[in-house]
């Protein structure tokens, strides 16, 4: 059966959890606050976040001006197509489905290494972690086919989950002052805290806490009145995550003291568990009990994630299919208008990225997860550049907008981000995967190597329905 997703699923909030299970509250906090905090400006790290979060937003408003004229689950695709041609816009899907399915597999690593320990602490039983791996992806693949509002229902219960524990945290340590050296605003945001140290580091972790936030447009033809749902869920996602990350991660900070943070947070990587960075404070606010809720909270977190990644990229399989630039056969819809053959085909690519590992024996976390995260960081920011550019043509050529500040002004300002972003990206990958030069270099080499390879394949088939150039 073929046809369109399922119309008129989706409200504001519906779309909001989808992308905040995509940048897994948790998992962010958990994972890149510590290593930010670290290696990169130390107390100055808040600050990280919050130029992130006004370089996306800057981005969002040319991306929000765009999805008013066009309306589908290919988004980057069909954004970047208007503006820079098929061709350029068939590349950019095959970056987009890429970088979904590594990010997706990356965080299969962290999430059955998670499991793994949990399962061993409580039971004493150790199951590897690609078992654990290997069973979610059954679950992920039956909740992706049971429809679009089932998933959002699931995500909601985890997403709450972790927002209301993290943020509890953060607003007793605010009214409460602060930590040993108090609030230490100046300490997290002052020009000179946020400069210090390697503030490019810093700013690279911040944003790839924000990877996932552009799924928005992805369910625009599953929302209701995409044409204002979209849009605001854009904003408010971008706004929500920004204010989360940034005082949170304040909070941290201010709990361990400015002058000890840098060394607390290096203490807890060279320790091995990263986490300890964050679990120690928030569990002497509340107790004990916070070191067994929370480490669950973070396999919830992923969890959640691995299930919103899933319905990004079925959904981009199911546009290309639906464009001609893959097989007919993903298009196919079951009676919850899920594509659930697209589903099927993102869960074969799952246990291909992940097997591998398992089979070399390799650490999921130090290999699995580290390597492919970073590739989907610089895939996505490369789609971001692409699609401020596109935004500005598009809008050049056609006059379908005309108001300089969301067409042009707010696209060319976050297209100098973001660039200024990918070549951080790029100078420090070394430092973000945890490998080696060589290793960093075949991996950032994949994503130009798979956008040649998509903008090849628009030249060898005819899309049923072409993008308009």
Known sequence: MAGRLK???????????????????????????????AIGNGAGAPAAYLAAGFVVLLFSVGFVAMGRHVVDAGAFYAYIGKGLGRSTGSGSAAVALFSYCVVQACM???????MSGLVERYTGAHVAWWVWALVTMVIVQVLGASGIEMGAKILAVFVLAEFSVLIVFALVMLFKGGGPEGLGLADSFSPSAALQGAPGVALMFAVASMFGFEATAIYGEEAREPRKTVPRATYLSVVVVTGFFAVTSWMLVSA?????????AGKALESGDA??????????????WVNDVLPILLATSLFAGLLAFHNS?????????????????????NRRHSP?????????????????FAVLGKDPVLTLF?????????????????TSVSVIVYFRRSRADTRPWNTL???????????????LIIANFTTLIGGDQTTAIWLQVTVPVVLILGVAAARLTRPRAEISD
């Open 275 to 288: 986490a300890a960075f964050v679990f120690a404070p928030i569990a002497a606010q509340f107790g004990g």
């Open 409 to 423: 002004i707010a696209p060319v300002l976050g297209a100098l981000g973001i660039a200024g972003a990918i070549w």
């Open 313 to 333: 990229a079925n959904r981009y399989m199911f546009s290309l299919g639906r464009e001609g630039l893959l097989p007919q056969g993903l298009t196919a819809i």
């Open 108 to 114: 299969y690593g962290l999430y059955g290494s998670i």
């Open 370 to 386: 580290s390597w492919f995260s970073g590739v989907a960081v610089l895939g996505i920011m490369l789609l971001y550049f692409l």
């Open 7 to 37: 119309p008129n699923s989706l409200g504001v909030l519906g779309i909001l959890f989808f992308v905040l299970s995509a940048q897994g509250p948790l998992t962010g906090i958990a994972g890149a606050v510590p290593i930010a905090i």
């Open 256 to 264: 361990h003291g400015a002058s000890h943070a840098t060394a607390d």
């Open 340 to 356: 659930w053959v697209a589903g099927t085909v993102q869960t074969v690519i799952a246990v291909l990225l992940v097997m591998p």
